[in-house]
């Protein structure tokens, strides 16, 4: 049973444009909720991250957006740039000693 | 301050040999996990160490293991390998506390391909 879901595979954005990522999950015990990036090759590098007590946090051109009631979460890009087409995991856990849960990651390609 | 390091990037190993993993966490960090992604499938998490100890445990079967060592290194193996191990074998660290806000760190992986 996946306890979370990124049910987009992939996404194609314009340059310049807005990308929204989308995550879904069932355990309603998760309160921490993070997304990472991978290119092709490497290890996911870290992104931004949300606890269940906020329902926004920014960074720069990112921001995730977390609806509890809705169990779902969203990471919106904006500007997208040709550098953000990766592979996009989402993640949760319920505790700072638990794993973290993975979705199974949306292709972002960002055309030029 | 470095990364978490992954050695070797790359290998190649025969269906039924044994494989050891090995992975250096960020400095200061004492818990140490490791991820099975292939393609088309999401990390998969295998087992996670916290100060020598196994704390969490992923549905893996026996023949992947894991230890930690005193300075917090860590090794898994995997043992009579089969053909659908083939795999990027990924490894995190993070200080290991109690808050959930901990975040965990990625080595680059290892590639691992089974003939």
């Known amino acids: 049973d996946q306890q979370v879901k990124q049910n987009s595979p992939s996404l194609s954005v314009q340059e310049g444009r807005i990308s929204i990522l989308n995550c879904d999950y069932t355990?309603?015990?998760?309160?921490?909720f993070l997304w990472y990036k991978k290119y092709p090759a490497e290890g996911p590098t870290f992104l931004i991250s949300?606890?269940?007590?906020?329902d926004k946090n920014e960074d720069g051109r990112f921001t995730v957006f977390l609806n509890k009631s809705a169990k779902h979460l969203s990471l919106h890009i904006v500007p997208s740039q040709p550098g953000d087409s990766a592979v996009y995991f989402c993640?949760?856990?319920?505790?700072?000693?638990?794993?973290?849960?993975f979705g199974k990651g949306t292709r972002l390609s960002v055309i030029a | 301050k470095a990364g978490v390091t992954q050695t070797p990037r790359y290998l190649i190993k025969t269906r039924g040999q044994q494989v050891t993993l090995s992975c250096s966490p960020i400095?200061?960090?004492?818990?140490v996990s490791w991820y099975q992604q292939t393609p088309g499938q999401g990390l998969q998490f295998l087992f996670e160490?916290?100060?020598?100890?196994?704390?969490n445990k992923g549905n893996f079967p026996g023949r992947f293991s894991g230890r930690q060592f005193s300075n917090s290194r860590s090794e898994m193996n995997v043992s009579t390998l089969e053909l659908g191990d083939s795999a990027l074998y990924l490894c995190?660290?993070?200080?290991?506390?109690?808050?959930?806000?901990?975040?965990?760190?990625f080595g680059e992986g290892s590639w691992l391909t089974v003939v």
């Open positions: 400095s200061g960090h004492r818990s």
């Open positions: 993640a949760a856990r319920y505790s700072g000693n638990t794993p973290l849960v």
């Open positions: 355990n309603s015990m998760f309160d921490y």
């Open positions: 995190a660290s993070s200080p290991g506390g109690v808050t959930p806000g901990n975040t965990i760190y």
């Open positions: 949300i606890s269940s007590i906020k």
């Open positions: 160490y916290f100060s020598e100890t196994q704390r």
